[in-house]
C-alpha cells in the first residue's frame, strides 16, 4: 500500500526531463540586458565606457609651449651675450636655468601629448603611447640643445644649460605618457599660463615694493619683498588652478557632447590644479641634480653670489608649494561650484 497513488510514500515521476538543467542560460538568451546580448544592444560597451576623456586642443597647446621655450632661450642667449665679464655671464646663467628647464619641461609635456594622443584614440596600447610620448620629448629637448650649441657660447654653461635642458623635455615627454590625457593637457595648459603669468607680473613688482612699505632700511626691504613674493605665489596659483578647471571642463564639455566618456571628476581637477605646483618642484629638482655644477660655479663667484643663490632657491621652492596648494584649492572649490545641490538632482 505505501506504494499506492496517492500515498504519502509514493514514488515521485522522474522530473528530469521537465526541470532546464541551465536556466542561466536560457535567462541569459531571452533577457537583453544580461549575458551577451547586452554587448550586442549597445556596440559602445566596454570601449568608450571607462575611457578618459580626450585631450582638446594639443596642437595649439603644443606649439604654444615651444614658442614659450624659443622664447625663453633666446632671452637667456641675449642676456648672457649682454654681459661684459665671464663672471657676469656665469652668474646671469644661473639665474636663467630655472626659466629655461621649467618651459622645457612645459614644451616635452605638451609635445608629447600632441604626439600621443592621436596613438590613444586608435589603441589601447599603453607602452606605444608613452614610447611615443617620451619620442617626442626626446625630440624637443634635442632640438633645443641643439639650439643652445650653436647659438651660446661654447663653454661649460652652455654644456650645462643644454644638457639640463633636453633632460627636462625628456621628462616631460614622459609625463604625458599617462593614461589621461585630459589631465595632463589640463596640467600643461596651466604650467604655460602660470609660467607667462609669472614673467608679466615682474612689471608691477617695483609698484608693489612701494606699496608694502620698502624704505631706506635693510628690514624693510626684507619685508616687503616677502610680501611681493607672498602675492606674486597665491596669484600664480589662482591662475594655476582657473586654468586647469577651464581645460577640464572643455575637455568633460566636449566627451558629453561626443557621446564618450561622463568626463573628469574632481580627483581629476585636484591633480590637474596642484599640477603646475608639481611641475615647479619637479624643476627644482631637476636644476639641482642636472645645473648643480652652474649654480655652484655661480655661488663660488663671492659669498654675496652664495647668499643670492641659496635665498633663489628656497625662494623657488616656496614659491612652488604655494601654487600646488591653492592651484589644487581654486581648481576643485571651481568644480564643486558646478555641481547641483541633491535635493535639486532629486528632483
Known amino acids: 500500500m505505501s506504494n499506492e497513488p496517492g500515498g504519502p510514500t509514493a514514488a515521485q515521476p522522474d522530473q528530469s526531463d521537465a526541470v532546464d538543467p541551465e536556466p542561466s542560460d536560457r535567462t541569459a538568451a531571452t533577457d537583453p540586458d544580461l549575458g551577451e546580448h547586452s554587448d550586442a544592444a549597445d556596440p559602445r560597451a566596454g570601449d568608450d565606457v571607462g575611457r578618459p576623456a580626450p585631450a582638446p586642443a594639443t596642437t595649439v597647446l603644443a606649439l604654444l609651449a615651444t614658442g614659450w621655450l624659443a622664447a625663453m632661450l633666446w632671452s637667456t642667449r641675449e642676456a648672457i651675450s649682454s654681459a661684459t665679464a665671464g663672471v657676469t655671464a656665469v652668474s646671469l646663467s644661473a639665474f636663467a636655468l630655472p626659466g629655461v628647464i621649467s618651459a622645457a619641461l612645459v614644451a616635452g609635456a605638451a609635445v608629447g601629448l600632441a604626439a600621443g594622443e592621436p596613438v590613444a584614440r586608435r589603441t589601447e596600447r599603453v607602452t606605444l603611447r608613452f614610447a611615443v610620448a617620451i619620442g617626442a620629448g626626446l625630440l624637443v629637448g634635442l632640438l633645443a640643445a641643439l639650439a643652445i650649441d650653436l647659438t651660446y657660447a661654447g663653454d661649460v654653461t652652455t654644456r650645462t644649460i643644454a644638457g639640463t635642458t633636453a633632460a627636462a623635455a625628456v621628462i616631460g615627454g614622459a609625463l604625458a605618457g599617462a593614461r589621461d590625457g585630459a589631465v595632463v593637457g589640463a596640467v600643461a595648459a596651466a604650467a604655460l599660463g602660470t609660467l607667462v603669468f609669472v614673467v608679466a607680473f615682474s612689471v608691477a613688482r617695483d609698484p608693489l615694493f612701494n606699496l608694502f612699505g620698502a624704505g631706506d632700511s635693510q628690514q624693510s626691504l626684507v619685508d616687503a619683498a616677502s610680501w611681493v613674493s607672498r602675492t606674486e605665489s597665491l596669484l600664480a596659483g ?38 603646475p605646483g608639481l611641475l615647479l618642484l619637479l624643476t627644482e629638482v631637476i636644476i639641482r641634480i642636472g645645473g648643480r655644477s652652474l649654480i655652484d660655479l655661480a655661488a663660488a663667484l663671492s659669498e654675496a653670489d652664495a647668499v643670492a643663490q641659496t635665498s633663489l632657491g628656497t625662494s623657488r621652492v616656496d614659491n612652488a608649494i604655494w601654487v600646488l596648494f591653492v592651484g589644487a584649492l581654486t581648481a576643485v572649490v571651481s568644480f564643486g561650484r558646478t555641481l547641483g545641490a541633491p535635493a535639486d538632482d532629486e528632483a
Open 238 to 275: 589662482l591662475v594655476a588652478g582657473g586654468l586647469a578647471f577651464g581645460y577640464l571642463t572643455w575637455a568633460r564639455r566636449r566627451a558629453v557632447r561626443d557621446g564618450g566618456a561622463a568626463g573628469p571628476r574632481w580627483p581629476a581637477y585636484l591633480v590637474a590644479g596642484a599640477g
